[in-house]
């Protein structure tokens, strides 16, 4: 089912990896003097690092002190003792249970936070869950598929989701901003609720059992609103939905209740119509990604080969890599913009009007070719990255002498992508994923390339 709904919390989805690139560049650029790598992984209780620390390793257990800014980058993640300052974890599953004295970055498939976090808390992923001895003392911002809130956990300030369902059982000090198919409301709240919803579906949970991905959560409930009676609002609860669900709010601990009504699928349109545009959507996506893929096989065999080998390579460091690259090329087009508009400005201001008009056109071309190949690689070049990266395992088992061939692996995994990209909910969260691993695979292939410059050769056939 796809609605409105669904399209205004991707877009949510989509704005978090951004920031959390944003916070890793302003805070840990900007706080680290210098830097420790650690490779083993382990910080030991007794051990205190008065410096910031990067560690990459498949597991990292943190028993110790780090009195900086604590990245670390592992399959597995563990952070018992203190980070005096912010920390960034990158891992499939991530245990938070000392203090950090800063801000909690986290993008991976499964986080749980037993701790205390001084700062906010920004996570990207599958799954979030807040124990009972959780303690978050500014706000909680989440996208990805579920948030959980147990009994005992603690948000002061703001709580700000875009996933599938909400489970908020905790307590939260001030407002609740959430666009989710399914909330469930069983703690106390300070101030206001404001939320948009799927209207009741008691299937909903039948599907995703069914595709079960690593991550998932155990407890899946049925779309729609639930205020549990023991929920306390102290402000308003307004809830946006195609359908009024009054019913289900059963707390009368609440200052006020709004409902607003918002669309669900649009119902002009004939449930055959919405096939046909469904299809028509999905034939365009293909054959745009087929006609690329058949050029970049053609002309960058070679290219798209290696690429897809970082990502296999370090998938973990190609999504950190990936969200640097994603804010370093929106960043970077705002600053060039900037810097086009002072120095047009500046040979305008010394009579240099012609001189001015031709700088601010070349360097305005200059600049729309930039803004464009850029968006044909995070939109497409990344996409197809991924694509070669699933289908070429499964043709080299499948047709052990296809699998030289770059053409054949790219188009069986166009196709698996675009069938994964079609499941409501995990497709949005399919598209972010393999934006950010392709952005990153090509930065680690360039760093290759500059440390280690070799001849590019000719390529395998395309097909």
Request: negative net charge.
């Amino acid at each position: 089912m796809v609605t409105h709904v669904h399209n205004r919390r991707f877009r949510l989805m989509a704005l978090l990896p951004l920031s959390l690139a944003l916070l890793i560049a302003l805070g840990t650029i900007q706080v680290a003097k210098a830097l420790e790598i650690d490779d083993d992984g382990i910080i030991a209780a007794s051990e205190v690092i008065d410096d910031d620390v990067f560690i990459e390793s498949s597991k990292a257990v943190v028993d110790g002190t780090v009195n900086g800014v604590l990245i670390a980058n592992a399959n597995e993640a563990e952070i018992n003792g203190t980070v005096n300052g912010d920390l960034a974890i990158f891992a499939a599953h991530a245990t938070v249970n000392g203090q950090v004295n800063g801000n909690l970055i986290v993008g991976g498939r499964v986080l749980t936070l037993n701790g205390a976090v001084e700062g906010s808390v920004f996570y990207a992923g599958s799954t979030l869950i807040l124990g009972p001895s959780a303690a978050v003392e500014r706000n909680l911002l989440f996208g990805g598929y579920s948030v959980e809130m147990t009994p005992g956990s603690t948000v002061g300030r703001d709580v700000y989701a875009g996933s599938y369902q909400a489970l908020l059982r905790g307590e939260i000090g001030r407002d609740v901003s959430a666009e989710v198919s399914a909330l469930e409301i069983a703690g106390s709240v300070g101030r206001d609720v404001t939320a948009t919803v799927e209207k009741p579906d008691p299937d909903a949970p039948r599907m995703f059992q069914i595709l079960r991905w690593p991550g998932m959560p155990e407890e899946v409930i049925a779309s729609g609103l639930q205020v549990r009676e023991s929920a306390e609002i102290e402000g308003t609860l307004t809830y946006r939905s195609p359908v009024e669900q009054a019913e289900a709010i059963k707390s009368s601990a609440i200052g006020a209740v709004v409902y607003e009504y918002v669309p669900g699928d649009d119902p002009e349109l004939t449930p055959a119509v919405k096939i046909q545009q469904w299809l028509v959507a999905r034939l365009r996506e293909f054959l745009t990604l087929l006609v690329l893929g058949a050029l970049v096989a053609w002309k960058m065999p070679i290219l798209l080969s290696r690429s897809a080998d970082q990502a296999r390579a370090k998938p973990l460091s190609a999504i950190l890599w990936g969200l640097l690259a994603w804010i370093a090329g929106i960043v970077g087009v705002s600053v060039l913009s900037l810097l086009l508009l002072i120095l047009g400005l500046l040979l305008a201001a010394v009579t240099l009007g012609e001189l001015s008009t031709a700088v601010i056109f070349a360097g305005a071309s200059a600049l729309v070719l930039a803004v464009t190949l850029f968006s044909l690689t995070v939109s497409y070049g990344t996409k197809l990255i991924v694509a070669y990266l699933i289908g070429r395992p499964i043709v080299k088992r499948l047709a052990p002498g296809s699998a030289e061939r770059v053409f054949r692996p790219l188009l069986l995994g166009i196709v698996l992508y675009l069938l994964v990209r079609s499941i409501p909910c995990v497709g949005g969260i399919a598209w972010v994923i393999t934006t950010l691993i392709g952005l990153g695979a090509l930065w680690l292939l360039f760093r290759q390339r500059r440390s280690a410059p070799e001849p590019m050769e000719t390529g395998k056939p395309w097909d």
